[in-house]
């Protein structure tokens, strides 16, 4: 009988835990770009690209940028922009060389100025160590 509780138990467990997880990016794969361009895309900007694979429905992409910094970041399949990135610094260098990457840029609307709001609602997460 205890078995079996135990086994009820983590089952239940196991299932509510699979229940939670949710994925990243939700682009439909129709709208994916290839990830041949995004590795064209890091390359223009200095990136040296050591994989790119899909985990959470993003493009995930490790390798090292053009000061020779490892990164970690994940990019949206269809628009190729950047959702969160994570810099391991050798040095004491900053994060300046990152602010732009990935056509982070955000235009304003009447809307916006309207509601008195002028935070973007889609903000990138950055890690930086």
Same mark, same amino acid.
């Given at each position: 009988?205890?078995?079996?509780? !135990?086994?009820?138990?983590?089952?239940?467990?196991?299932?509510?835990?699979?229940?939670?997880?949710?994925?990243?990016?939700?682009? *439909?794969?129709?709208?994916?770009? %290839? $990830? @041949?361009?995004?590795?064209?895309?890091?390359?223009?900007?200095?990136?040296?690209? $050591?994989? !790119? $694979?899909?985990?959470?429905?993003?493009?995930?992409?490790? &390798?090292?940028?053009?000061?020779?910094?490892?990164?970690?970041?994940k990019?949206? *399949?269809?628009?190729?922009?950047?959702?969160?990135?994570? !810099?391991?610094?050798? &040095?004491?260098?900053? =994060?300046?060389d990152?602010?732009?990457?990935?056509?982070?840029?955000?235009?304003?609307? =009447?809307?916006?100025?309207?509601?008195?709001?002028?935070?973007?609602?889609n903000? %990138? $997460?950055?890690? !930086? @160590?």
């Amino acid at each position: 009988m205890k078995n079996t509780l !135990i086994t009820a138990f983590l089952s239940t467990c196991l299932i509510s835990g699979a229940a939670l997880a949710s994925d990243d990016c939700t682009d *439909p794969t129709v709208d994916w770009q %290839p $990830k @041949e361009r995004l590795r064209q895309m890091m390359v223009d900007n200095g990136w040296e690209v $050591k994989r !790119i $694979k899909v985990d959470d429905g993003c493009y995930e992409l490790k &390798g090292r940028d053009r000061k020779g910094h490892r990164v970690e970041a994940k990019f949206s *399949p269809a628009s190729l922009k950047i959702i969160e990135l994570e !810099i391991k610094f050798d &040095g004491s260098d900053d =994060a300046s060389d990152y602010l732009n990457l990935g056509n982070q840029t955000r235009q304003t609307s =009447a809307d916006d100025l309207n509601s008195g709001s002028n935070t973007p609602t889609n903000k %990138p $997460k950055a890690t !930086i @160590e």
